[in-house]
């Protein structure tokens, strides 16, 4: 099987699995105060260092979750209602956000929140006029570093300014970017920022919330009170120690990576672009806008349930990149905020590759796409 859907997960890495299996093997809740416990708890201190020390931030401000859903709802959800004590009472996020950022900002009507969706332009990134719907009056705006339909990459800079003059915190999705592109939290500027150990090379299961410690966030669960009391529940310790082992392995080297990653990409564009009625996204943009590993196109005639069908009988796994629901793509979102018609949203494809991808997974891909547009095309048309 050719697999390019690495963006929706990834193969465990080695790396990670070692340090996840040593941590499974070995008994003791981090909590508790004997032997087994102090040992746990330094396995899960020494992960919480590795990767602030890979993102950029304090070890007190890594807040280990359940992966990037948990830690996006933690921080929409958790800043919103700890500045609506400050009378705070709108939530802004841009047109493109993952639905684990999108669906938390709109469950917050039903609290008394009103949303500012951000427009995006035809490349799916934030249009510059879209920061004047942030006011004093929003609680949060979240905005994406990378978006895992496209690959674009946000302007976060003029987002951080905007917000922080009104005194706004920033909360950045980064589950894709991480580990695929340079990710700082300090110099990046914003107050949250979400990971998922699934998407870099971790087991699912996993994830984490850079939170400033000065950054109001009200806790989701309520317990035992770990990870300083805004996220209870006993400690993941194998998966966090999994999370550090994959993003130590992503981050070394993620220049040279992204460089053999972008040559795999563009060999996928190539072959789509060979074919008529497929306009891809975001070529136009520089590398620097772009996340190396993700090839997404908009096709004319097409619907992606049917095209990812015919790839996948040729034994190719790809994806349309917008969500599914039973079973069904819903037109995408994404497309749909760049500008497309329902029609051609729902004909999307989006190939994407990660750190054991090869050419020859490339070659298998080109080798089968004209056949598989073909075959989706009379589909569309019967
Ligand atoms: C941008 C983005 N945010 C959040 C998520 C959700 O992460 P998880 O699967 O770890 O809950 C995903 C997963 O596809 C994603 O791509």
Redesign the pocket.
Known sequence: MTYLDH???TTVRPEARTAYLEALGRTGNPAAVHAAGREARRLLEEARETVAGLIGCDPAEVVFT?????A?NLAVIGTARARRRAGARRVAVSAVE?H??LDPAHALAAEGFGIDVLPVDGDGRLAPAALDALTRDTAVVSV?W???ETGVVQPLGPVVERAHALGVPVHT?A??AAGHVPVDFRAVGVDLL?L????VGAP?GI?ALIARRDSPLEPLSHGGGQERGVRSGTANVPGAAALAAALAAAVDGVAVEAERQRALRDGILASLESLDGVHPTGTSLPPDQRHPGIAHAVLDGVDADSLLFALDRAGIAASAGSACRAGVHEPSHVALAMGWDPEHARGTLRCSVGWDTTAADVAAFAAAVGDAVGRARRAHRA
């Open positions: 963006a929706a997960t359940s992966g990037g859903t948990e996006d993952h684990a950022v994406m990378a978006n895992n999705d589950v894709q979400s998922s150990g699934h998407k699912v994830g």
